[in-house]
T-cell receptor
Framework: DAGVIQSPRHEVTEMGQEVTLRCKPI?????LFWYRQTMMRGLELLIY????????DSGMPEDRFSAKMPNASFSTLKIQPSEPRDSAVYFC??????????FGDGTRLSIL | TQLLEQSPQFLSIQEGENLTVYCNSS?????LQWYRQEPGEGPVLLVT?????EVKKLKRLTFQFGDARKDSSLHITAAQPGDTGLYLC?????????FGQGTRLTINP
């Protein structure tokens, strides 16, 4: 079975540009999570969805960040405009209710 | 805000030695999970502890959940180079995970 698939694996762009990160959850999972990992702050939850509906976006740092889940097999995390402090590894995870989360291999984002 | 503190943050020891990593919180969690993360990959779940005082073993790894369900420990016996990685604890509450900062473990041959 395919795990959680994230793309791209690496992204390097200049500040001010729009960045879109993509995630395909495990088929059948009804929860999807977006995390950000940095050395300073560790792994932080940004937002999570249940059945494609955003449930908790309290971790989204500011209005420059937005996330969507148009269907059960796809989600995006968008940063517009991007800033150097957004540089981090962004992870997507999915799960069934009350079951362990399965993580993708992340997108390493560098904003110059 | 629920916080989990892990210690130590970094640990480098020789192959064959024993070690313990700690995860402490002022909050009570319904359960606590331990993950291991390797470079370029996402965290992978090792174990979930649910009951206060629970002890779980995974080969040379022993996980313990504190009686008050606020803290946990991971003990590795006879560490091997393959144990090298980032170990993360995470408190579970209402579908959300709260992660500790992690312990970066290096086992030297």
């Amino acid at each position: 079975d395919a795990g959680v698939i994230q793309s791209p694996r690496h992204e390097v762009t200049e500040m001010g540009q729009e960045v879109t990160l993509r995630c395909k959850p495990i088929s059948g999972h009804d929860y999807l999570f977006w995390y950000r990992q940095t050395m300073m702050r560790g792994l932080e939850l940004l937002i999570y969805f249940n059945n494609n509906v955003p449930i908790d976006d309290s971790g989204m740092p500011e209005d420059r960040f937005s996330a969507k889940m148009p269907n059960a097999s796809f989600s995006t995390l968008k940063i517009q405009p991007s800033e150097p402090r957004d540089s981090a590894v962004y992870f997507c995870a999915s799960s069934l209710i009350n079951q362990p989360q399965h993580f993708g291999d992340g997108t390493r984002l560098s904003i110059l | 805000t629920q916080l989990l503190e892990q210690s130590p943050q970094f640990l480098s020891i020789q192959e064959g030695e024993n070690l313990t990593v700690y995860c402490n919180s002022s909050s009570v969690f319904s359960s606590l999970q331990w993950y291991r993360q390797e470079p370029g990959e996402g965290p992978v779940l090792l174990v979930t502890v649910v009951t206060g005082g629970e002890v779980k073993k995974l080969k040379r790894l022993t996980f313990q959940f504190g009686d008050a369900r606020k803290d946990s420990s991971l003990h590795i016996t006879a560490a091997q180079p393959g144990d090298t990685g980032l170990y993360l604890c995470a408190g579970v509450g209402a579908q959300k995970l709260v992660f500790g900062q992690g312990t970066r473990l290096t086992i030297n041959p």
